[in-house]
């Protein structure tokens, strides 16, 4: 029997409430799952505050006095993976022997039994492969368990061009791409692989570091039970490209230029892990500036818009 040491991994922008009722379900996850087990876990929470001016330190500081939060400051600038690389740097910087780190969206809610979910995939991912991974907590809809949100991807196609969203199955299966709204790394992957990579702003980040994953041969899997909750706030990609069309250029190229929509990330995914990819597809999303009813009928034919 032993302590499990996990450093857990947040970047947060002005959602003080969510962030609160996110930091409440992970706190209450962990207090419920050392109440059910001998060896137990001590839970750290690093936590980048990217520029917030809504209060949110403030508010998590005097909500949570008793638990271990270190709250780094960001610029604003940093975006989702600038901000999850600083924390994560912050934790490893500690010389603390975490045996986990758990990446987490301040959107996402863990039910009670996340950590017993997250705890049997690693298992079954090391028994399968002899060496630990990622494990992705399956999410849902908000009061819909049937409505499934985030986890993993399974590639469709020798393409790799499509892909469908793993269910869950009752029990951990191996997945091509993992989200990162609730992500259990555990120390082997760092060891082998580091952190996010440093290319990355916004997003793509989570995709990339599970094909990393891959490439080294660790295990990517995701949990048998849904264990948490995230709402799916994203357009599909059919919303996306009707809303593209009924911009005009200038409305399409000030779209792009905010980094949260920009190509960059995508782009810089593809050049790292289908680098056969990239010629085409750094010309479909010019011709999705440019030309975006071209745009469509050409990954409608691709059969892209089915996935949505």
Same mark, same amino acid.
């Given at each position: 029997? !032993?302590?499990?040491? %996990? ?19 992970? =706190? ?12 137990? @876990? ?26 271990? %939060?270190? @709250?780094?400051?960001?610029? !604003? ?70 409505? @499934? ?5 399974? =590639? ?39 952190? =996010? ?43 996306? @490209? ?13 779209? =792009? ?29 010019? %011709? ?9 009928? %050409? ?10």
């Amino acid at each position: 029997m !032993g302590t499990t040491l %996990i450093a857990a991994i947040l970047t947060v922008h002005n959602r003080k409430e969510k962030t609160l009722e996110c930091l409440k379900h992970l =706190f209450a996850a962990a207090e419920g799952y050392n109440r059910q087990h001998e060896d137990g @876990i001590v839970l750290t929470v690093f936590l980048t505050d990217d520029g917030c001016t809504d209060g949110t330190a403030q508010a998590v500081n005097a909500s949570f006095p008793r638990h271990d %939060i270190h @709250i780094l400051q960001g610029s !604003g600038s940093l975006f989702w993976a600038g901000g999850m690389r600083l924390a994560w740097q912050e934790a490893i910087d500690t010389n603390t022997p975490w045996e986990y780190y758990l990446l987490l969206n301040d959107d996402t809610y863990v039910w009670n039994n996340v950590f017993e979910q997250l705890f049997d995939a690693d298992r079954q991912g090391f028994r399968q492969v002899g060496i630990h991974g990622l494990s992705s907590g399956i999410t849902c809809q908000p009061g819909n368990p049937d409505e @499934i949100t985030y986890g993993g991807f399974l =590639f469709e196609g020798r393409s790799k061009g499509c892909h469908r969203l793993a269910l869950p199955t009752g029990e951990a299966q191996q997945v091509d791409m993992t989200h990162c709204n609730i992500l259990l790394v555990h120390r082997d992957m760092v060891e082998r692989c580091g952190i =996010f990579h440093k290319g990355y702003i916004h997003s793509c980040a989570d995709e990339d570091y599970s094909l990393m994953a891959q490439r080294k041969h660790l295990p990517t899997l995701v949990t048998a039970q849904v264990c948490g909750e995230c709402e799916c706030d994203h357009d599909t990609n059919k919303e996306q @490209i009707e809303r593209l069309i009924g911009m005009t250029l200038a409305e399409r190229k000030q779209y =792009f230029s905010s980094v949260t929509h920009s190509d960059h990330d995508y782009l810089l995914f593809i050049r790292r892990n289908f680098p056969l990819r990239y010629p085409a597809s750094k010309l479909l999303h010019a %011709i999705r500036l440019y030309h975006p009813k071209m745009y469509y009928r %050409i990954t409608n034919f691709r059969g892209v818009y089915q996935q949505s």
